[in-house]
């Protein structure tokens, strides 16, 4: 009874010591908050949605962020290179930005609701995102208790993701990837870890109002499922999920205006365009390509090669150990999430981990699900089981040896 008293009073205490270091990173970022200049794009769509026109749209924008943001700040953000300048100094430039920030209406939905209880713009992006930190750690702490039986390394694997840098960083970003990161972790957790599989799906299928791109990963869980649990009914539920995800995201391309795949590639890898709606950039096969090539060079950067190489230090050790991976639910979330990462790199050539940090937390879960299941496979599959050396097998006795009754 002591022992377990004990260990009861140090499981409490590690999650009180994870609530103060969650609450830290929540704190700081409230207090030092990341403005970048996609702030200026969402500002303006919801501004337009309130006025009408571009010098409305503009004047209305810039009134907003000049009381919200430091002067030093907005400074940078209205001169720091032409591109900048020319969009602050037409209004018609800020408008044709738009559409590349309102084809997340999920998130501008939430910035407006907000926008109307009274908080400035700036103010409410930076919350969502600490809101969605926290529901981050929460998912972290719970999904690391299921699969980890030693708390205490479930108390370091949590602290260790909670803390890590593109999580940490996104906590304090006025951007929609910590609420994208939220939905799809949370709808990978539901759908690969209970199983919930109809309300991950709900959930997966709102993340597409957060970002787009999230379709990816709609449509390769939409396989996965079918893969698993081959019936009629599961395949003409699961087919409609992924039509209907494929129909919202067609949808909110149409409805917003979206310039296109080709012109977000250039605008974001080849240069800035400040009047998109003017031009039509010359995206050529030949430039693709370097594109992918120069993109492979930011793995360097992401903690992609990190979480890689914590999946292949596992499988050497299990190698070493007489073992091998086995393919169960482990290993097909690990391929499921991987092949959404790489696909997502084909359409937009880059691994920035605020992008895939919701993949990259889910590929840390099922990779642990993955060496665990691997490691106990012997016992369940007779051909893992270690067998003995022939030296060190006893020989039966022959039928003279045996003792005379």
């Given amino acids: 009874m002591g022992a377990d008293s004990r260990k009861s009073r140090l499981e409490r205490l590690g999650l009180l010591v994870y609530i103060a270091i969650v609450c830290w990173v929540a704190v700081y970022s409230f207090r030092h908050p990341s403005y970048n200049w996609d702030l200026i794009g969402y500002v303006a769509a919801i501004e337009s949605i309130d006025h009408k026109s571009a010098a409305a749209i503009r004047r209305a924008t810039y009134d907003e962020l000049d009381g919200s943001l430091p ?21 018609e430039y800020l408008v044709q930005q738009i559409p590349f920030y309102s084809i997340k209406p999920g998130y501008l939905a939430v910035l407006y609701g907000l926008h109307k209880t009274g908080l400035s713009i700036p103010r ?19 999904w690391a208790a299921r699969r980890i039986e030693d708390r205490r390394l479930s108390f370091g694997l949590s602290t260790l993701l909670a803390l890590a840098r593109p999580l940490a960083l996104t906590a304090g970003l006025t951007t929609p990837d910590a609420l994208s990161s939220a939905l799809v972790f949370f709808g990978l957790y539901l759908i690969l870890e209970l199983p919930l599989t109809g309300v991950g799906l709900c959930v997966l299928l709102a993340s597409n ?66 009047n998109p709606d003017e031009v039509r950039p010359d995206l050529t096969t030949g430039m693709y390509a370097k594109l992918l090539l120069s993109g492979l060079s930011s793995i360097h950067y992401s903690y992609a090669i990190a979480m890689f190489l914590f999946l292949i230090g596992g499988a050497i050790a299990l190698r070493a150990a007489g073992h091998r991976l086995a393919w169960g639910p ?76």
């Fill in 71 to 91: 002067p030093d700040q907005l400074h940078e953000l209205k001169y720091d290179g032409g591109y900048r300048q020319a969009v602050f100094e037409h209004p």
């Fill in 124 to 142: 409410a992006a930076v919350l969502v995102a600490i809101a969605s930190y926290l529901a981050i750690s929460v998912l972290i702490w719970r």
């Fill in 209 to 274: 109002f957060v970002r787009t791109d999230n379709l990816i990963i709609c449509l390769l869980v939409s396989v996965l499922i079918i893969s698993r649990r081959r019936s009629w009914k599961i395949l003409f539920r699961t087919s409609a999920f992924a039509v209907l995800c494929t129909v919202v995201v067609k949808l909110i391309n149409s409805l917003t205006g979206n310039y296109g795949w080709r012109t977000l590639v250039y605008q974001t890898f080849v240069a800035p365009l400040p």
């Fill in 330 to 405: 482990g290993a097909q979330g690990t391929v499921l999430i991987t092949a959404s990462m790489l696909l997502h790199f084909l359409l937009f050539p880059v691994f920035w981990d605020r992008y895939l940090l919701g993949h990259y937390l889910a590929f840390v879960f099922m990779s642990t699900r993955l060496l665990k299941e691997s490691a106990t496979a012997h016992v369940m599959t007779h051909r893992l089981v270690p067998m003995p050396e022939p030296s060190s097998v006893p020989e039966a006795p022959s039928p003279q040896s045996l003792p005379v009754a």
